[in-house]
Structure formats: structure tokens, C-alpha cells
């Protein structure tokens, strides 16, 4: 069993940043493909970014390309989400995922292909 607890959000104005994090309970995150998606109020859960096993690669929803940094230390069992230029687009529950991989490259941008999730974290980004 995985268990993956967020944290870092809150409430910031457009144009600050803010970084989530994502702290797993497992032995080793090493083995799992990791992500974030986030689900604003009345709106489908939305896939933010992926990052493979490795951290050699990851893909980026176009909403937050250049602006969304992830990052992984898997001896922390650790994921991080830089976020930067927030924008009241950005206000949402950002929750992380984690799914078994063995591929050293792999990304999955859908939310049925992961198998284990957080609470989530809310991120509130005013005007």
C-alpha cells in the first residue's frame, strides 16, 4: 500500500509561486512513475505533469509548460511541484499520484492509470 500526502499549498496573489510537495510511505518511490493533476471546483480532475521512475523524463500539461517545474528525490521518497506565475487559472486541488513503472522512461498523462492517490492540497491563486 502507498500512501502519498501533499502539502504546501495556500493562497497567493497572481504572478507568486508556490512549491507542493509530496511525501510517500513506501520503501522506495524508485519503482513509480509519479504525477500531479489538480480538480477545480465543478471541473474534471486535469492532468498537470508526470515524471518517470527515473526522473529522466517527464511531460507537462500545455496549461503549465514553462511556468511548472517537477522534480523527485527518490531517496526522500519525495516530489516536488514548482510552481511560478500563478494566475487565477491555477486555483485548484492539486493532488499526486504514483503508479508501479518499469520503464525507465515512462510518463501516463490519464488518472485511471494510477493506481494510488493523496487528499490533495488546495491552491488558491487571486487576482
Known amino acids: 500500500q502507498v500512501h502519498l500526502v501533499e502539502s504546501g499549498g495556500g493562497l497567493v496573489q497572481a504572478g507568486d509561486s508556490l512549491r507542493l510537495s509530496c511525501a510517500a510511505s513506501?520503501?522506495?518511490?524508485?519503482?513509480?512513475?509519479m504525477a500531479w493533476f489538480r480538480q477545480a471546483p465543478g471541473k474534471e480532475r486535469e492532468f498537470v505533469v508526470s515524471i518517470s521512475y527515473s526522473g529522466g523524463s517527464t511531460s507537462y500539461a500545455d496549461s503549465v509548460k514553462g511556468r511548472f517545474t517537477v522534480s523527485r528525490d527518490n531517496a526522500k521518497n519525495t516530489v516536488l511541484l514548482q510552481m511560478n506565475s500563478l494566475n487565477p487559472d491555477d486555483t485548484a486541488v492539486y493532488y499526486c499520484a504514483a503508479r508501479p513503472s518499469h520503464y525507465y522512461y515512462r510518463t501516463y498523462d490519464g488518472p485511471n492509470q494510477y493506481d494510488y492517490w493523496g487528499q490533495g492540497t488546495q491552491v488558491t491563486v487571486s487576482s
Open positions: 513506501i520503501r522506495t518511490i524508485s519503482s513509480y512513475t
